[in-house]
């Protein structure tokens, strides 16, 4: 979704094995679904039953368990240390660009041994050159830190020279962005209590992603559509009741996901770094 604010860019397959995450890209996307990204591709010690259709991108949001610090931080040792086959795909599929991201934790885990094993799979699968860096949600205005961490690989044998052809001066600013009138016309909850300090942050916003801010819990719980409007995502893009979702499984998803707007802000600087020929 950030890439898309950037770039023409079409989702054309996916792999993800989540119950509830499938059941909304298959509502949001109707392409599909390559399922356990262990099981594709081809390698030379082992045969893959599932071979990876070709594309120009491979964008992966690899599991942030392993380096989270709501987790053991366990790292390269975790069982879901998924990058050496996010690279293997991304070169089985013939890919000019690969995109990762994942929590600010990767960049210290296991003393650093962590993040070198990335640069080791990327440039081990062709992808040479790389550009990272992070980047807090609140940079693009949303009322929170959530800092991400952004990666973008490109393989010079295959791009051979091409730019990544990126859409100039819409990318920091949404279409839908509410008017004043509209503002003061729609119903907005009074925040109040531990939210209230974060009512001019949260006001802004609404500004920016063209939502009104909904009621931050229901009874003692957090409240999912809560959850989505700070995430800056479409009304209704996790939490709609089309999807059938358990309000557990929408405050999972949208625990694991990424600011679409922040995205585009990072990926929009790292690719033009490489299109200009810059070096870390």
Not at 4 to 29: F, G, M, Q
Not at 157 to 184: I, M, P, S, T, Y
Not at 185 to 209: A, H, M, Q
Request: proline fraction near 5%; charged fraction near 25%.
């Amino acid at each position: 979704m950030g890439l898309s604010k950037i770039a023409n860019v079409e989702t054309t397959w996916v792999a993800e094995i989540d119950e509830s995450a499938n059941r909304l890209l298959e509502y949001r996307y109707a392409v599909p679904n390559l399922g356990d990204v262990r099981d594709l591709a081809t390698t030379e010690d082992r045969l893959f039953e599932i071979e990876v259709p070709e594309c120009d991108v491979v964008t992966a949001g690899f599991p942030c368990q392993p380096f989270s610090q709501a987790g053991d931080r366990k790292g390269t040792e975790d069982e879901r240390w998924l990058i050496d086959d996010v690279c293997r795909v991304a070169s089985s599929a013939k890919a000019e660009w690969l995109i990762l991201e994942n929590v600010r934790g990767i960049l210290s885990a296991n003393g650093g041994n962590a993040i070198s094993r990335v640069c080791e799979s990327m440039a081990r699968s062709g992808f040479s050159r790389w550009e990272w860096g992070t980047l807090p949600a609140s940079a693009v205005g949303a009322p929170h830190k959530r800092v991400r961490w952004f990666c973008v690989a490109t393989n010079p044998h295959r791009r051979a020279g091409k730019e990544f052809n990126l859409r100039h001066g819409d990318w920091n600013r949404e279409k839908g962005r509410l008017n004043r009138k509209v503002r003061n016309d729609l119903k907005r909850p009074c925040l109040s209590g531990e939210f209230k300090k974060y009512e001019s942050s949260v006001r802004r916003w609404e500004t920016i992603t063209g939502r009104v801010c909904p009621e931050p819990r229901v009874g003692n719980r957090i409240n999912p559509w809560f959850v989505e409007f700070m995430m800056g995502l479409p009304y209704g893009w996790v939490c709609s009741e089309k999807l059938g979702l358990t309000k557990t499984a929408c405050l999972g998803m949208l625990g694991n996901g990424v600011v679409p707007l922040q995205a585009s802000c990072a990926l929009y600087q790292l690719i033009e770094r490489i299109n200009n020929g810059r070096q870390s």
